[in-house]
């Protein structure tokens, strides 16, 4: 926002370029001395300032003394110009966030990422086999925590089906440093018996990734057994079996 000392405060919507016009905004008459002052707006730098004639061509000399600009009136129409550009700031994932997956911000699995203030950043979590995602939050540089609940996940339908698949999430750039955090859970597989002629006993109704299962099987009276398996039921592959 540009402001001169003396002229009616008017306050600009384009962030990315101000331009002031004198007389059509204020006047002044030819060898005053004019004042006036720049704010940014927030996510926002200043990068140019120019004081022109009116025709375009003509640069006014301009001075910059305590947070003010100054320079003399030409005779002539001038156009005050203020460029600007949006910040920059850092995405970066909490260390614990790959855990028990894989975080991509924006494509990318660098740890860090530059984004400019509202630029879109989107977190893609793909998560270990037999985990599933519980959270995923960003936290400001001031400590605010930006959360998201479970109706903001594209992709609710997946979580709840599919809970090992990967989740999308997305926001805008603010100006300030950005920790992105997840949370995970392994997921409860259930453990099916299917015997004839013979009892297994000893094994929990469900159990995690990773988790040794420990059962006992006993023959009914009159019978042997030849063959024990365990088999995953969603790709049918064989599991190995360690005996005593």
Request: charged letters at 25%; hydrophobic letters at 35%.
């Amino acid at each position: 926002k540009i402001t001169i000392e003396g002229v009616e405060d008017i306050d600009y919507t384009n962030a990315l370029m101000q331009v002031y016009k004198i007389p059509a905004n204020g006047e002044a008459i030819v060898g005053q001395r004019v004042c006036f002052t720049i704010e940014e707006y927030t996510g926002y730098d200043l990068v140019s300032v120019t004081v022109t004639y009116d025709n375009g061509e003509q640069h006014c000399p301009l001075t910059f003394k305590d947070g003010k600009y100054y320079f003399d009136m030409p005779a002539d129409d001038v156009v005050i110009t203020a460029g600007f550009t949006e910040e920059i700031h850092t995405v970066k994932k909490d260390a614990a966030s790959e855990a028990h997956g894989q975080v991509e911000m924006n494509g990318l699995i660098e740890n860090s990422i530059s984004v400019a203030y509202k630029d879109g950043v989107e977190v893609v979590v793909t998560p270990d086999a037999g985990y599933q995602v519980t959270k995923i939050y960003y936290v400001l540089a001031d400590g605010s925590v930006k959360d998201f609940d479970m109706d903001s996940y594209e992709n609710l339908t997946t979580m709840a089906d599919a809970l090992d698949t990967a989740h999308s999430i997305f926001f805008h750039m603010p100006a300030t440093t950005v920790t992105v955090y997840v949370e995970y859970a392994p997921i409860d597989y259930t453990i099916s018996v299917v015997k004839e002629e013979a009892e297994v006993t000893g094994q929990p109704d469900t159990a995690n990734v990773g988790e040794q299962i420990t059962f006992t099987t006993e023959a009914h009276y009159g019978y042997l057994i030849t063959k024990g398996d365990v088999i995953d039921e969603t790709s049918g592959a064989y599991v190995d079996i360690f005996t005593d």
